[in-house]
């Protein structure tokens, strides 16, 4: 009997956290609904009660651990980027950047060889709406991508617009609060966003991007990626050259959407393009991007008339061409969408070797802010969770907090040692492959912005290179939306478009004027909204009560 329940004992221990453990208890059978602590439940309908009236007992165990888990089972939302939809999938190694040997520029194992794969989730999301909301919202698109390495995580974060609204860190509270719903009414309104894009004019290259048709893209699925910040590559020599990251689809092109066509859409479903990926991937249409990087010397560029590190510019292809580097796939649904979608966590900071950061102040700000808030929203061992863990192993001598549900520890090693270095049989350091990349710095510490903002000349190249259509969409969505705002927020704004582009500035302020006469009252908030509200109070039918 001894040696059995060791054996019992051993076989659970090995079982922990993993489905090894398949032994059925009194009553059960292999598809028997049990609770947390393994009981078998013999009675999910009804709770115990004094007679089959009531009142209800507090020994209910199986109700009170099934309620208070309900009670908890949303973690908080994602401050940005809540609404969100997610698949598996893999990326393929061209083992080249455009005709040259990757290696020349970088020592990252992922882009080794031709045709290696790499396991990858992607999360799409929304930005500003909560989790719920509408995803053919005016809004820029999350493109987040987990490579599951042999080194170990790379989270490439980004979006589906190649730039951003600020360059600054410190702004991003600000701007998110701006673009989300006013603290008291608890509605949108587009005057707080241009009130702050008036304040800040680097605001308007993208604000060009977000009110033309690339505001809302027709699905996930036929929408660009791009890893917006500036980020390094470093070759085994310690070398590196800095670069942008973009997705390209391969086979289902890209679409976007007039606001018309948005609204015909939202009427029908807020959660197209969560389903358009689903059915897509289940009939296995596998969507496809090929990843392609621009790459510069790591330098100043002085010769330049912007920054390189700034990320509401573009870099010119003419100059810096999209050099192929290879292919993803998602051909697999996730099995379970809280477990999988909700629950996955990126980070700007989460790089393997040969990859590193560039001094891009936006970047660095965000590579705090995203995994602290995977800390608070998820749990200090989010990184236990399958969707977030390494497909590697794990050692280290974190321990604690909420969640924990393995010690990521070597089995061979002495289980008594939590610290490093140690000369009684704890985990030591890794040998340093390849040279180690160390960029010289030598200037004042001060709180200044870049040199050459340069805040409107490509918002002028970007205006001039939309199609006819596009321009029209820009010019009516923008006028829609600056109606509602103060005279000196419309002026200014006004000023920053015929800054970018004259004709820009001419139509925009044209159309205002003609919006503004027909709207006739200021309204303070979406005149759209507006809208709704009268008619629903117009249009209700009358009811009798019951």
Not at 267 to 272: A, D, E, L, P, V
Not at 443 to 472: C, M, S
Not at 480 to 496: D, N, P, S, T, W
């Amino acid at each position: 009997m001894e040696n059995n329940s060791e054996e019992i004992s051993n076989s659970s221990v090995e079982g922990m956290g993993s489905s090894a453990d398949r032994r059925t208890g009194t009553g059960e059978s292999d598809d028997s609904l049990t609770n947390r602590q393994g009981h078998p439940v013999t009675d999910n309908q009804n709770v115990r009660t004094v007679g089959n009236r009531g009142p209800t007992t507090l020994e209910n165990y199986d109700f009170l651990e099934k309620i208070s888990h309900f009670d908890r089972e949303r973690i908080p939302e994602r401050v940005v980027h809540a609404r969100g939809a997610g698949a598996h999938g893999y990326f393929e190694t061209y083992g080249k950047a455009g005709n040259e040997d990757v290696s020349k520029y970088t020592r990252a194992k992922v882009f080794e060889g031709v045709g290696k794969q790499t396991p990858v989730f992607v999360r799409f999301s929304t930005v500003i709406g909560a989790k719920e909301s509408s995803e053919v919202a005016r809004d820029p698109r999350g493109f987040s991508v987990k490579f599951y390495t042999e080194d170990g995580n790379w989270d490439l974060v980004g979006n589906n617009l190649k730039i951003f609204f600020i360059r600054d860190p410190l702004k991003f509270p600000d701007m998110v609060h701006a673009f989300k719903p006013d603290p008291v009414t608890n509605v949108q309104d587009p005057e707080r966003m241009f009130d702050f894009f008036s304040q800040s004019p680097e605001t308007t290259h993208m604000a060009t991007f977000l009110f033309s048709p690339w505001g809302i893209p027709a699905n996930y699925r036929q929408m660009q990626g791009s890893g917006v910040n500036t980020y390094k590559w470093v070759n085994k020599d310690g070398e590196s050259v800095i670069v942008k990251y973009h997705w390209e689809p391969i086979n289902q092109g890209i679409k976007n959407l007039t606001q018309k066509e948005a609204d015909d859409i939202q009427s029908q479903s807020t959660n197209h393009a969560t389903q358009d990926l689903y059915e897509a991937i289940e009939k296995k249409d596998y969507p496809e991007w090929e990843f392609s990087v621009q790459i510069m010397s790591d330098e100043k560029h002085p010769e330049l008339d912007f920054d390189p590190l700034d990320p509401t510019k573009l870099w010119p292809t003419d100059q810096f061409p999209f050099l192929p580097v290879g292919k993803m796939v998602l051909n697999k649904n996730p099995e379970n969408f809280y477990a999988e979608v909700e629950q996955v966590a990126f980070g700007t900071g989460v790089l393997v070797d040969g990859l590193d950061f560039s001094d891009d102040k936006l970047l660095q700000g965000r590579t705090f802010s995203y995994s602290d808030t995977q800390r608070y929203r998820v749990g200090s061992n989010y990184l236990q969770l399958p969707i977030n863990s390494p497909k590697k192993r794990v050692a280290t001598n974190q321990e604690g907090g909420q969640m924990q549900y393995r010690v990521d520890k070597d089995p061979d090693l002495n289980p008594h040692i939590n610290y490093e270095p140690s000369s009684l049989g704890g985990l030591t350091e890794a040998k340093q492959e390849g040279e180690i990349h160390e960029p010289f710095y030598e200037d004042k510490l001060v709180r200044q912005k870049i040199d050459r903002p340069n805040d409107f000349q490509q918002a002028g190249e970007t205006y001039r290179n939309f199609e006819d259509w596009e321009k029209d969409e820009l010019i009516i969505n923008l006028a829609g939306a600056l109606m509602v705002c103060e005279e000196h927020i419309q002026k200014k704004m006004i000023e920053y478009f015929t800054e970018a582009d004259a004709d820009y500035g001419k139509r925009v302020s044209e159309r205002l004027a003609e919006v503004m006469k027909a709207a006739g009252s200021h309204h303070t908030g979406s005149t759209n909204a507006d809208q709704a509200v009268d008619t629903a109070k117009r249009e209700g039918h009358d009811a009798d009560p019951y």
